[in-house]
């Protein structure tokens, strides 16, 4: 059974950083599109960043682009997720999720491919 597990979240002020941990178990880390999606309260759920486990490729959405930066640590079967200066409109449940075989573009062109889910942790940027 694959299991992902976020961690990471807080509270924060604008301007601030968090670094989000994606642990996942159940599959072998080789070829998985992994991706980090949020939703605030009262908004669709978007995708914010995505990595492939297979060869390090990546993809951001624009809002995030230049602040935040998504890792893999394929020994620990983790990817991260790096945020820097932080905005109230950055507030949201921020959750990861995988699809296996796909590539990072899947995030935005077919995000119905991503599988299986984490609980999710939140993030609260005050102004």
């Known amino acids: 059974e694959v299991q992902l597990v976020e961690s990471g979240g807080g509270l924060v002020q604008a301007g601030g950083s968090l670094r989000l941990s994606c642990a996942a178990s159940g599959l072998t880390f080789d070829d998985y599109a992994i991706g980090w999606f949020r939703q605030a309260p009262g908004k669709e759920r978007e995708g914010v960043s995505c990595i492939s486990t297979g060869d390090g490729s990546t993809y951001y959405a624009d809002f995030v682009k230049g602040r935040f930066t998504i890792s893999t640590d394929n020994t620990k079967n983790t990817v991260y997720l790096q945020m820097t200066n932080l905005k109230p409109e950055d507030t949201a449940v921020y959750y990861c999720?995988?699809?296996?075989?796909?590539?990072?573009?899947?995030?935005?062109?077919?995000?119905?491919?991503?599988?299986?889910w984490g609980q999710g942790t939140q993030v609260t940027v005050s102004s």
């Open positions: 999720a995988e699809a296996r075989g796909y590539i990072v573009a899947a995030m935005h062109d077919a995000p119905w491919v991503f599988g299986s």
